[in-house]
């Protein structure tokens, strides 16, 4: 991945969504984003809007619109990725078609005028360069209505500290400096735990409140 990175650019995913080197690929939801929005540990909106940035193959978007209901956009910067979300969902939740709206867009250029309800990281930051982190906490922030919730399922944590990625270098406490206080506090801090079977690496999950 990072020498893909490094040739393409953004196009890097791509050609690693096509050549099938997608090594966060679960081939399944995680359980532990499955395990909180089942907990009633939290009240999760369930008439509102998510968003799965980065989304790949959108197992947990599909999570997210049938455990809550909510109107749940997934999108990835990669085009074949969206292909790849909008054939898994046809053939493996066809009735959720209607809940989840599958495109290719980039983060960063989001519409800030309609706010979301509920906003789930997984791998999506690790996936960006150290300096687009800032950039990403603004974001974050300017997605999400007063009392959301952003799920931060923190992984791979554990990994040697280098500056080389995707992905990223990351430990709890680099979201922590860039969320609590700052228009986020936690409201649920979990793990770490080992990942769901197909990831090998443990991972933490802290929700955050829209404050
Ligand atoms: C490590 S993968 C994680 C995929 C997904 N979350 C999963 O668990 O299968 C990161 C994804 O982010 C996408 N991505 C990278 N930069 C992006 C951006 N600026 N906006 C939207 N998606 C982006 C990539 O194409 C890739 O599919």
Redesign the pocket.
């Known amino acids: 991945m990072p020498d893909l990175i490094a040739r393409e650019g953004e196009d890097g995913?791509d050609v690693a969504w096509e050549k099938d080197i997608t090594p966060?690929?679960a081939g399944a939801p995680q359980q532990s984003l499955v395990n909180v929005l089942k907990s009633g540990k939290l009240p999760f909106s369930t008439t509102g809007r998510a968003l799965v940035?980065?989304?790949?193959?959108a197992y947990?978007a599909v999570a997210i619109a049938s455990i809550l209901g909510v109107q749940t956009t997934a999108?990835?910067?990669?085009p074949l990725?969206v292909e790849n979300a909008k054939k898994f969902v046809k053939t493996t939740a066809p009735d959720m078609e209607e809940k989840i709206t599958i495109k290719q867009?980039?983060?960063?250029k989001l519409d800030e005028t309609q706010p979301f309800d509920l906003i789930y990281d997984?791998?999506?930051f690790v996936?960006?360069p150290h300096e687009l982190r800032p950039a990403w906490a603004a974001k974050m922030t300017a997605l999400a209505r007063p009392n959301s919730y952003l799920i931060t399922l923190m992984a791979p944590l554990g990994l040697p500290k280098t500056d080389i990625g995707?992905p990223y270098y990351s430990e709890p406490a680099h979201y922590d400096e860039l969320l609590d206080g700052k228009g986020w506090e936690k409201a649920l801090d979990e793990g770490p735990v080992n990942s769901t079977e197909g990831s090998r690496w443990p991972q933490k999950l802290v929700v955050w409140k829209r404050v």
């Not at 940035?53 to 193959?57: A, I, N």
């Not at 999108?75 to 990669?78: R, V, Y």
């Open positions: 995913w966060w690929d940035p980065g989304c790949g193959r947990d999108i990835d910067i990669s990725a867009e980039d983060f960063f997984y791998t999506f996936a960006l995707p």
